[in-house]
Structure formats: C-alpha cells, structure tokens
C-alpha cells in the first residue's frame, strides 16, 4: 500500500530560525511528488512538482528537494506569514490520483 | 478572474438527512475531484471524474455520489449513509498539461448535529 508520512506534525519556530520539513514515501514507482501549502480554513494552493532524485526547486523562502524515499522542505529565514500547514503529495498512477500526507504545521513567532 | 467554488461554506444537517456540496469551476478543466480533509489526517479521495458523464470511486467512496453533467460542474452529495459526514471537504480541477498542479476551492465545512 502506498504511503505518505509528513514529520515533524507540528513546527514552532523563531523569525529568521531556517529548518526542514520531512515527507517520507513508500510507493511503486513515483510520478511526481508534490508540495502543497494550506493556510487555515482554506484550499491547498500549489508550490512544487518534483519528478526525479536530485531534483530541487525553490520559490522564496522555500525550497524542496527530492531523494528516492523521501522530499525536505527548506524554510530559510522564515517570516510570520510563513506559517501555514504545509502538505506533501505523490502520484503513482497515469489517472492523475494524489495521495496526501497528513501534513506539518509550521507556526513562526516574530 | 478563473476558480473554483464551492458553495455552501459552512452547512449544517441533522442525521438522517442527505446534503449536496456545490462545486464550479472556470478554468476549462477536463479533470475534477472531491476530498475529504479530517483533522490530523491527510487528504483522502472520495470521487474524481476525468471526463463529462464520466467518474470513478476514490478510496472513500461508501455514503457519497457524484455527478458529471457538465465540464464545469461537479457537485457531492453527502447521503445518510455516511457514518461520520462531519468534515471539510475540498473541491480541485486540473488541466490539460498536467505538472501536477491541482487547484483547490475553499472548501465545504459540513457539521452534522
């Protein structure tokens, strides 16, 4: 069965205090593995797409990367409005199907 | 400006009663889902369409239905079958060029009382 694990669930960190979040995955053969970032009460809204080990993409503050078995989420330097819960997705078959994972909660103090 | 709604935001229903969640989307999509989002848990799929007139079952299907009418509508119906309805669910299309881009609605609080 394909999983999908977020860690830490939750994230408490200080302006500017850079750190990473972990997905870890145990699929058959991975399509892509996606990041998502969800702001309370709303829908997800769309960060990354990595496809292949050794990748990495960066938006901002961010920046994802990809291994076989698992993506890091980067914060560097976050700021208040960095705070968000943000989720990891993989798609395994050609019908467009991602599988969530249950997501970490990042809350940054000025 | 090009979305998705969902409609209501917040609804609430006694047991027994079956809700239909509205969803409608601008953006031409082919490709439409519902997913339910349960505290402490990640997003799991109840029904997704590719096609008008077409959908299929996701991984928690049992106590909802589905149509696909028209490209841009795809709404939920929540039915008394649903042991435990209470949740927020979410609305997402996707297009044509696929980068694994979904895009989301708000979402549906749904309470049951």
């Known amino acids: 069965e394909d999983q999908v694990t977020q860690s830490p669930e939750a994230l408490r960190l200080q302006e500017g205090e850079s750190s990473s979040l972990n997905c870890s995955y145990t699929?058959?053969?991975?399509?892509?593995l996606f990041w998502y970032r969800q702001d309370p009460g709303k829908g997800p809204e769309f960060l990354f797409t990595?496809?292949?080990a050794g990748e990495e993409k960066e938006k901002e503050r961010l920046k994802a990367t990809l291994t076989k078995k698992e993506s890091f989420l980067h914060i560097t330097a976050p700021k208040p409005e960095d705070s968000a819960t943000y989720l990891c997705?993989?798609?395994?078959?050609?019908?467009?199907?991602?599988?969530f994972g249950a997501g970490t909660t990042v809350t940054v103090r000025a | 400006d090009g979305g998705i709604t969902q409609s209501p935001k917040y609804l609430f229903r006694k047991e027994g009663q079956n809700v239909t969640l509205s969803c409608e989307q601008n953006?031409?999509?082919?490709?439409m889902y519902w997913y339910r989002q349960d505290p402490g848990q990640g997003l799991r799929l109840i029904y997704y369409?590719?096609?008008?007139?077409?959908?299929q079952k996701g991984d928690i299907a049992e106590g909802y239905s589905v149509s696909r009418e028209k490209k841009e509508s795809f709404p939920l119906t929540v039915t008394s079958a649903q042991k435990n309805p209470t949740a927020f669910y979410l609305c997402?299309?996707?297009?044509?060029?696929?980068?694994?881009?979904?895009?989301f609605g708000e979402g549906s609080r749904l309470t049951v009382l």
């Open positions: 997705a993989v798609q395994v078959t050609d019908d467009y199907k991602l599988s």
């Open positions: 699929v058959s053969g991975l399509r892509g």
């Open positions: 990595l496809y292949s």
């Open positions: 953006l031409n999509h082919d490709a």
């Open positions: 369409s590719q096609i008008v007139n077409d959908f």
């Open positions: 997402a299309s996707i297009g044509g060029t696929y980068t694994g881009e979904l895009f």
